[in-house]
T-cell receptor, first 114, second 115 residues
């Protein structure tokens, strides 16, 4: 199983809503990532978790709150988002020594904030 | 600051080889060169990586210049399924815990394949 599964695939939310994006992998990877991708732009790194601990936060606004409840799951909690936060949110995972191996990406959640 | 420079777009004919260039003139001795691609409506996928020597795998070949200031991703026979954005990324092995050790995507090259 080399899949990273993201749910939901599509999400429309209002600016006052609270929602969560979910990401799951069963490859035994101990590093997991969130990226944000706007249309026709490259993915931008948001957060990195290593062994269930947040290791990198790329100055992401607090309305995005990541959580890693166990080694297989990664959540991104969303609250009070703005329309400019509409984007494709990608989750990825890799082995801890990932400089020498590949990262696996999910298909993403396409988020629209109205 | 961008660490890699790639052409915005390239075109290829189906079943012909494709050479995708990447310039990284400020590469350090501890930077690994990684290539990923992103097909339309999909997440990125790993293609290949290397440090100094040329590398081959089932998807592609990576040719690295002797001074490491540039590299070329080679698709030996392009298919329509290879139409994607190709990203050349440097990852610093000494900075794994920091941003520079992670996958930081540049603008990439959009490859179109004509039948």
């Amino acid at each position: 199983d080399t899949e990273v599964t993201q749910t939901p695939k599509h999400l429309v939310m209002g600016m006052t809503n609270k929602k969560s994006l979910k990401c799951e992998q069963h490859m035994g990877h101990r590093a997991m990532y969130w990226y944000k991708q706007k249309a026709k732009k490259p993915p931008e790194l948001m957060f990195v978790y290593s062994y269930e601990k947040l290791s990198i936060n790329e100055s992401v606004p607090s309305r995005f709150s990541p959580e890693c409840p166990n080694s297989s799951l990664l959540n991104l909690h969303l609250h009070a988002l703005q329309p400019e936060d509409s984007a494709l949110y990608l989750c990825a995972s890799s082995r801890e020594d990932s400089l020498f191996t590949e990262a696996f990406f999910g298909q993403g959640t396409r988020l629209t904030v109205v | 600051d961008a660490k890699t420079t790639q052409p915005n777009s390239m075109e290829s004919n189906e079943e012909e080889p494709v050479h995708l260039p990447c310039n990284h003139s400020t590469i350090s001795g501890t930077d690994y060169i990684h290539w990923y691609r992103q097909l339309p409506s999909q997440g990125p996928e790993y293609v290949i990586h290397g440090l100094t020597s040329n590398v081959n795998n089932r998807m592609a070949s990576l040719a690295i210049a002797e001074d490491r200031k540039s590299s070329t991703l080679i698709l030996h026979r392009a298919t329509l399924r290879d139409a994607a954005v190709y990203y050349c990324i440097l990852r610093d092995v000494l900075n794994y815990g920091g941003s520079q050790g992670n996958l930081i995507f540049g603008k990439g090259t959009k490859l179109s394949v004509k039948p």
